[in-house]
């Protein structure tokens, strides 16, 4: 790790809630922090908003802007259960609250028109694919030949949300190009996410998702992120790149090796020298910045060896998507906690300081989860605006 990184200062953390927090202690909160906080700690939800169970990425959510930042917040759950924060509504939009403090202001999604359609075959379209915020999202096959083994991830939820009825196995290239451009011009998607689950050939999955985007991106014009498991042969990612696809996110999710063995052992079997193989090649392949890795906090890493491999990551065009552990019901995680503000906003706050002298930055994403930034807290770090104290209002 070099000084720049170990240099930077570790944010105090500001005086905690209860009493103090109305007497004075927001001054020193701005909305980066405020956001942090209700990513942990999740929101009360007084009003009817769009909510994502179950599956990957956005996963037991409510998802909303707080005073325009994408932010996806744990709502209904244990965490949210004991929450200080609640959404309300008011004569014109929503507010985050804290008891009769209001603190931001907000907008919530409705339940996007497209989930209403049918294929001709009958499929739901809800069935194909989501939308997070703006972006179309679907996750194309929804297994993965580690679940179920000793190899399976133990963040990971592909397998609930099919075993829930809610989604469809293997969706194709047609079923995802007509409900993109249904999602599109009924709903407003600016760019389309597509996952899957890691395959047993030897491109991992990467050439059926690639296809998948080629579609989508030829039926709705929509810029296209595909994610996948570093292939065997580097040389499929070129094969993705002639397909047209945007950008490309292949998830190490931890940078601690010995967390990664503990919670991602065929992760780990590939090996993270082979992770940045595949980054070094993709990002030959498509441009500083539009190749990404989840960096997941809150499972029992090293933040040390978290900083040192996300620098290593920013030095050779990888955008670092790092997001607080949020753990999904059903998966081997589902009874872990989620990582306390106090813990994520120092590592946030040195990691964007990195990227901010890398000139690394949130806007250079084509599409994907760099792009919306909705399940980070990094975003809002990036903008002078969330750097000022939050204007504090009583509920009349
Ligand atoms: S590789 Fe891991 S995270 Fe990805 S789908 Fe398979 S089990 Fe889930």
Avoid at 165 to 173: A, E, L, N
Avoid at 217 to 232: D, H, I, M, N, T
């Amino acid at each position: 790790m070099t000084a720049l990184i170990d240099d930077y200062p570790v944010l105090v953390e500001p005086p905690e809630a209860d009493g103090r927090f109305l007497a004075g202690a927001p001054a020193a909160w701005d909305l980066s922090t405020l956001i942090m906080d209700i990513q942990a700690r999740g929101m009360h939800v007084e009003v009817e908003m769009e909510r994502r169970s179950g599956g990957a990425g956005p996963t037991d959510s409510g998802m909303m802007w707080i005073e325009g930042f994408p932010v996806t917040v744990p709502t209904g759950n244990d965490v949210a259960a004991t929450s200080p924060y609640t959404l309300r509504g008011e004569d014109e939009g929503y507010g985050v609250y804290r008891g009769e403090v209001r603190l931001a202001s907000a907008r919530a999604e409705r339940r996007p028109r497209f989930y209403d359609l049918k294929t001709a075959d009958g499929v739901p379209y809800e069935a194909i694919a989501l939308l997070h915020l703006d972006s179309f999202a679907s996750t194309v096959v929804q297994t993965c030949t580690y679940w179920n083994t000793s190899d399976q991830c133990t963040f990971c939820g592909i397998g609930v949300s099919l075993s829930s009825g809610r989604t469809i196995v293997k969706k194709t290239p047609e079923m995802l190009a007509e409900v993109s451009v249904a999602a599109v011009e009924l709903d407003g998607a600016v760019d389309a996410t597509l996952t899957t689950g890691s395959s047993k050939g030897v491109d991992r999955g990467a050439r059926y998702v690639a296809r998948c985007g080629q579609a989508v991106k030829e039926a709705s014009g929509l810029p296209v992120q595909v994610q996948f498991e570093p292939p065997a042969k580097l040389d499929i990612i070129n094969e993705v790149g002639d397909m047209g696809v945007d950008s490309v996110g292949i998830h190490i999710e931890t940078f601690d090796p010995d967390v990664l063995a503990r919670v991602a052992p065929g992760k780990a079997r590939i090996g993270m020298d082979a992770y940045f193989a595949a980054w070094e090649r993709a990002v030959d392949v498509f441009g500083y910045g539009q190749v990404s890795t989840y960096v997941i906090l809150g499972m029992g890493e090293d933040p040390d060896l978290t900083l040192e491999g996300v620098q290593r990551a920013v030095d050779i065009g990888v955008y670092p998507f790092v997001v607080p552990l949020k753990p999904v019901a059903g998966s081997l995680m589902e009874h872990w906690p989620s990582p306390p503000r106090a813990y994520v906003e120092p590592i946030y706050r040195r990691v964007q300081a990195y990227m901010a002298l890398k000139g690394m930055h949130s806007g250079i994403a084509k599409a994907g989860c760099a792009r919306c930034q909705a399940c980070s807290g990094l975003q809002s770090l990036e903008s002078s605006s969330t750097a000022v104290p939050l204007t504090l209002t009583v509920r009349p």
